[in-house]
């Protein structure tokens, strides 16, 4: 099936409500404007500095989204246009983030990472980093970050119950903080689900979903 076939199959399937990030990272330009030609605009990338060229080589209204592990010395790359920075685990990188946006004149909407897998390799805040965050006197003076919401990734498992339950918990997590009124903070993002598991992710309140192999394909990182 080409971009265009897979991109409308998955957005027919999608309730409203539901945002799709077209995760485009290792692939072509000429992929990405095939999706952008049947009418996706949120566009999900891991590498700075390959988002960067590919925003500079593509139309000007995609809204891109940094969906990778950021490193603070790169934040000022991506700060004059970047739409939402989903993987923000520290206070140090949303401090950078704050300044570079600050710079830019803007303010720069955020997702906390939080992480909820099993395993050892993921990036993320536990549920009581997050929440101290929050309540830190360092983080209300963070004017030019505005936190959306949440992002995480599952276990990377074949059992559909341990994956449900993470991002359950995730969604209970969120259910609780939000109710709370922390200042730079306008809730409602919930960022989870791949390929692999948008389906689950949705049934579990998700409201942004990042897909990739199943619009682009499987990805060569031996290029
Ligand atoms: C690569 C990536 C995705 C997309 O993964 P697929 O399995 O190809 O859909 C989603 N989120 C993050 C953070 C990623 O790095």
């Known amino acids: 099936m080409s971009v265009r076939e897979n991109l409308l ?4 399937e999608l309730p409203a409500g539901v945002t799709l990030i077209a995760v485009s990272k290792t692939k072509p330009n000429y992929m990405l404007q095939e999706a952008y030609d049947a009418g996706q605009r ?15 080589q593509l139309p000007k209204d995609i809204r891109w989204h940094f969906i990778g592990h950021l490193q603070s010395n790169k934040v000022k790359y991506i700060a004059p246009f970047v739409h939402l920075i989903h993987g923000v685990d520290s206070l140090k990188l949303l401090q950078e983030i704050n300044k570079q946006a600050l710079k ?3 303010i720069i909407d955020c997702l ?3 992480y909820i897998a099993k395993e050892e390799t993921k990036f993320g805040l536990s549920f009581e980093e997050c929440e101290e965050l929050l309540h830190s006197d360092v983080f209300a003076g963070l004017k030019n970050i505005r936190i959306r919401g949440f992002m995480a990734m599952a276990s990377n498992t074949g059992s559909e119950d341990i994956i449900r339950q993470e991002f359950r918990s ?3 997590f969120s259910d609780r903080v ?18 692999g598991d948008y389906k ?24």
């Open 170 to 172: 995730l969604k209970e």
């Open 9 to 12: 199959h998955i957005k027919r």
């Open 178 to 195: 939000t109710s709370i009124m922390f200042p730079n903070c306008e809730f409602g993002v919930l960022s989870y689900g791949m390929s």
């Open 42 to 56: 949120d566009f999900g990338e891991n590498y700075v500095q390959e988002l960067v060229t590919k925003a500079e």
């Open 112 to 114: 906390l990472q939080i």
């Open 200 to 223: 689950i992710a949705i049934e579990e309140g998700s409201t942004m979903v990042r897909i990739g192999s199943s619009i682009f394909g499987e990805r060569n990182y031996n290029k």
């Open 104 to 106: 830019q004149k803007r």
